[in-house]
C-alpha cells in the first residue's frame, strides 16, 4: 500500500515562490506516474502536473506552465512542485496522487492514491 504526505504549503504574497514535496512510501516500477493537484473552493479537482517514475517524462497544466516545475528525488522517495511567480488563483488545497497510469495524465480519475492535501494561500 502507498501512503502519499504532502508538506511545504503555506501563505504568501502575489508574485512570490513556494515549493511543495510530496513524500511516497512505496516502490516505483514502470507505468506508474504522480501528479500534483489542486482544488479551490466552489470549484473541480485540476490536474497541475504529472511525471513518471523516472523523472524524465512530465507535463504540466498550461494555467502553470513557465511558473511551476514538477520533479522527483527517488534518492528519497520525494516528489516535488517549486511554484514561482504565484498569482491569487493559484490559492486551493493541493494533492500529490499517485497510480498505475501508464503514461502523464491530468485527469484525477487515472490516480488511485491520493494524500491528505496542504493549503496555499496567495494574497495579492
Known amino acids: 500500500q502507498v501512503h502519499l504526505v504532502e508538506s511545504g504549503g503555506g501563505s504568501v504574497q502575489a508574485g512570490g515562490s513556494l515549493k511543495l514535496s510530496c513524500a511516497v512510501s512505496?516502490?516505483?516500477?514502470?507505468?506508474?506516474?504522480m501528479a500534483w493537484f489542486r482544488q479551490a473552493p466552489g470549484k473541480e479537482r485540476e490536474g497541475v502536473a504529472s511525471i513518471n517514475c523516472g523523472g524524465g517524462t512530465k507535463i504540466h497544466a498550461d494555467s502553470v506552465a513557465g511558473r511551476f516545475t514538477i520533479s522527483r528525488d527517488n534518492a528519497v522517495n520525494t516528489m516535488h512542485l517549486e511554484m514561482n511567480n504565484l498569482k491569487s488563483d493559484d490559492t486551493a488545497i493541493y494533492y500529490c496522487?499517485?497510480?498505475?497510469?501508464?503514461?502523464?495524465?491530468?485527469?484525477?480519475?487515472?490516480?488511485?492514491?491520493w494524500g491528505q492535501g496542504t493549503q496555499v494561500t496567495v494574497s495579492s
Open positions: 496522487a499517485g497510480g498505475n497510469t501508464k503514461g502523464a495524465s491530468l485527469s484525477p480519475a487515472r490516480y488511485g492514491y
Open positions: 512505496g516502490d516505483c516500477y514502470n507505468n506508474h506516474y
